[in-house]
């Protein structure tokens, strides 16, 4: 048997980097893990193995904390995720790579301003922005999670907003 390249080498360290981080806070392997093996892998494959990994880890949390969803606020997202995913996956089979890696760095960095830029107290928007909140975090978190595996930046976003800061927990 031989050696480990360093594309091998690449995609095992992102997975030993990334799998502690969602153990330890509950969620970022995707954050952490595609942009470390973009610069090894395809974008596409990278994303692939990924959320491959990500179902197969993600069952055993929510049957832990199946009491403290809110699934109210879930299942306002639900059709709009749909309709994300489906966005999603659409632009993730018909780009590039090319295009799939440059805009990878886009929402890196717009991560990385949304979360400079949320570090005050929420907004405290009225009932009725909530719905259209709802349907934007649906939305982004489908579309997000389809193209990249991850619904971070759509779900950091989204939770600035007063009705939706913990939309997934009570």
């Excluded at 980097?17 to 954050?31: D, H, S």
């Excluded at 395809?42 to 969803?69: I, N, Q, R, Y």
């Excluded at 709802?134 to 579309?143: N, R």
Aim: with cysteine; aromatic share 10%.
């Amino acid at each position: 048997m031989g050696s480990l390249g360093l594309t091998e080498m690449v995609v095992c360290a992102a997975v030993t980097l990334a799998f502690p981080v969602r153990g330890a806070i509950g969620f970022g392997a995707a954050t952490v893990a595609i942009p470390i093996m973009a610069f090894a892998v395809p974008v596409t494959l990278a994303v692939s193995l990924v959320s491959l990994l990500l179902v197969l880890t993600a069952p055993p949390p929510v049957f832990w904390d199946f009491e403290k969803v809110a699934w109210p606020e879930v299942l306002k997202t639900r059709p709009f995720s749909v309709i994300g995913v489906a966005i999603g996956l659409a632009l993730f089979s018909n780009s590039g790579d090319a295009f799939l890696l440059c805009s990878l760095g886009v929402v890196i960095i717009t991560y990385g301003w949304v979360g400079l830029l949320h570090m005050g107290p929420a907004w405290q928007g009225g009932v009725r922005w909530r719905t259209g909140a709802a349907a934007l975090a649906g939305l982004g978190c489908g579309c997000l999670g389809a193209v990249y595996g991850t619904d971070s930046l759509a779900r950091r976003g989204i939770g600035a907003l007063d009705g939706l800061r913990h939309f997934a927990y009570n």
